[in-house]
């Protein structure tokens, strides 16, 4: 990290912020990276993955490889008629809207 932040590549300014409605009245803020700081992201993808691929739990489904709908096959497996799995509360609804940014660098 410390070489990143010698070389500049800790710093990303997104060019535009946008909100994108996900109800009428919730939205998500987007940021838009330039292309310079999407070449930076590059770069530090490939280091940073490894290490919080590790950092995951195994069941979750926000993992390299996995998609919202591998998410869905693993909750309708956990939740069949007949046992006493019968529902599920939440399940990561709002997952990356709730993400605690300063915690995650601080980890990082």
Not at 7 to 33: D, E, F
Not at 57 to 65: G, V
Request: hydrophobic share 40%; aromatic share 4%.
């Amino acid at each position: 990290m410390k070489k990143l932040a010698d070389n500049n590549l800790s710093s990303v300014k997104p060019i535009k912020h946008v909100h994108i409605p996900k109800s009428k009245v919730k939205s998500r803020p987007l940021g838009l990276p330039t292309i310079l700081n999407r070449c930076k992201h590059a770069v530090v993808k490939p280091a940073l993955e490894p290490y919080l691929a590790a950092k995951f739990e195994s069941c979750s489904c926000i993992r390299l490889e996995r998609s919202p709908q591998d998410a869905i096959q693993r909750m309708s497996s956990i939740v069949r008629p007949g046992t006493t799995r019968n529902w599920i509360l939440d399940a990561d609804e709002g997952a990356f809207d709730n993400i605690d940014h300063n915690f995650l660098l601080k980890i990082i």
